[in-house]
């Protein structure tokens, strides 16, 4: 069993950065892929960014050179979000999933504001 909890969402102006924590606690020993989503009002929720426990790294085309995902130990990620556009605007979520699963656990969801 894991779970997560996600910080550091707020409001901030377009070109500005946020950066995004997430900490999980449990049973971590399974644990591959950890991830960030966000979800619009009215869009699809989409993958941003994951990285595995070696560090292989992806990046939604929409955020690539803007954002960077980071894992220093096995039960904590980082998302940095520079150059911050309206479209960025979500409620971002932190999950994580095993070598052969899908995401099978998600934290509460932080909320990302980008706006004058």
């Known amino acids: 069993q894991v779970q997560l909890v996600e910080s550091g969402g707020g409001l901030v102006q377009p070109g500005g950065s946020l950066r995004l924590s997430c900490a999980a606690s449990g049973s971590i020993f399974s644990i591959y892929n950890m991830g960030w989503f966000r979800q619009a009002p009215g869009k699809q929720r989409e993958l941003v960014a994951r990285i595995t426990t070696g560090g292989t790294t992806n990046y939604a085309d929409s955020v690539k050179g803007r954002f960077t995902i980071s894992r220093p130990n096995a039960k904590n990620t980082y998302l940095q979000m520079n150059s911050l556009k309206p479209e960025d605007t979500a409620v971002y979520y932190c999950?994580?999933?095993?070598?052969?699963?899908?995401?099978?656990?998600w934290g509460q969801g932080t909320q990302v504001t980008v706006s004058s």
């Open positions: 999950a994580v999933g095993g070598i052969g699963t899908s995401w099978t656990y």
